[in-house]
């Protein structure tokens, strides 16, 4: 029995941001609006899903007079990355 | 990048993963300005007083050292405008900082006493350089900066066997091994990778 891939990740961008997020303790916005590509507004609500699900944190802050906008994975995020992959594995080696 | 789910297959998203995994771990690269820029200071350090101990009656040849402030106001200056630039934080950023930061309290002592020990602090610096410089070898994955490293130890151990005015010479030749060639390779694979 294949285990379902969690669709919250099984998402071109979301995934991305989650990939992006797992090799670095924390990323700016524009980070990683640079590394997917994706347009600000669309960024930006997929990092409203993720951080809904409460896998990543969003913390906001000033770098100077400009608002920063910072992202984390959490825990919860790490383990359903971990679940994503290892269902992904399945799929590939069937 | 699209956001719908389901119209990419578990390949491609295995493949999407190592390039995001790889793209956020691009910029430990630009270390390589960090190793010519001491790499320089040194190495000029290390042959001025070789120099002036050697051809001049100048009372303070260890002066040339001084070359090492504008080297540190340059070093803080520059990581602090990359911290900003970079947009995030690895951890092995975090342990490559820290451990040169510790590196620099570590030696500090040896150069604040320096004239305590004769001036003569090549072997003790050389050998403690090769601990850093190989683990940042390792961090980067950068065998050129491993191979510097263990040439620090061999260089270091060969100071202890020279006469105190050749160690200066020994340092130089170190510092272009162990610094500047492998800074120089790191900054054309960086080059190259852009």
């Known amino acids: 029995m294949f285990k379902e891939l969690d669709p919250l990740l099984h998402s071109q961008l979301r995934l991305a941001i989650m990939s992006l997020l797992m090799s670095v303790d924390s990323a700016e916005f524009t980070f990683i609006k640079e590394q997917t590509g994706a347009t600000a507004g669309n960024l930006s609500v997929q990092i409203d899903k993720l951080s809904e699900a409460g896998y990543i944190e969003v913390t906001k802050s000033f770098k100077g007079k400009k608002p920063l906008t910072t992202c984390a994975v959490t825990k919860k995020g790490l383990s359903a990355f971990e679940n994503y992959v290892n269902a992904l594995k399945q799929y590939i080696n069937k | ?194």
């Open chain 2, 1 to 194: 990048m699209s956001t719908e789910t389901n119209d990419f297959s578990p390949q491609q998203s295995l493949d999407l993963i190592q390039t995001m995994i790889r793209q956020a771990q691009g910029n430990l690269l630009n270390n390589s300005f960090y190793f010519i820029l001491w790499g320089w200071a040194i190495l000029l350090a290390n042959l001025g007083m070789y120099g002036l101990y050697k051809f001049t009656d100048f009372p303070y040849p260890y002066a040339v050292w001084l070359i090492a402030i504008p080297a540190w106001i340059i070093t803080m200056i520059y990581g602090s405008k990359q911290g900003r630039k970079a947009g995030k934080k690895t951890h092995l950023d975090k342990i490559n900082m820290w451990m040169w930061i510790s590196y620099g309290f570590s030696i500090l002592p040896f150069i604040i006493f320096m004239q305590n020990i004769g001036f003569n602090v090549n072997p003790v610096v050389l050998v403690i350089t090769s601990v850093p410089t190989f683990l940042t070898g390792i961090i980067l994955r950068f065998r050129p900066l491993m191979m510097g490293g263990i040439s620090f130890y061999a260089f270091g151990i060969l100071c202890f066997l020279v006469s105190p005015l050749n160690q200066y010479l020994v340092g130089a030749v170190a510092i272009g091994c162990g610094y500047l060639i492998p800074g120089y390779l790191l900054k054309n694979m960086r080059e190259k990778n852009v």
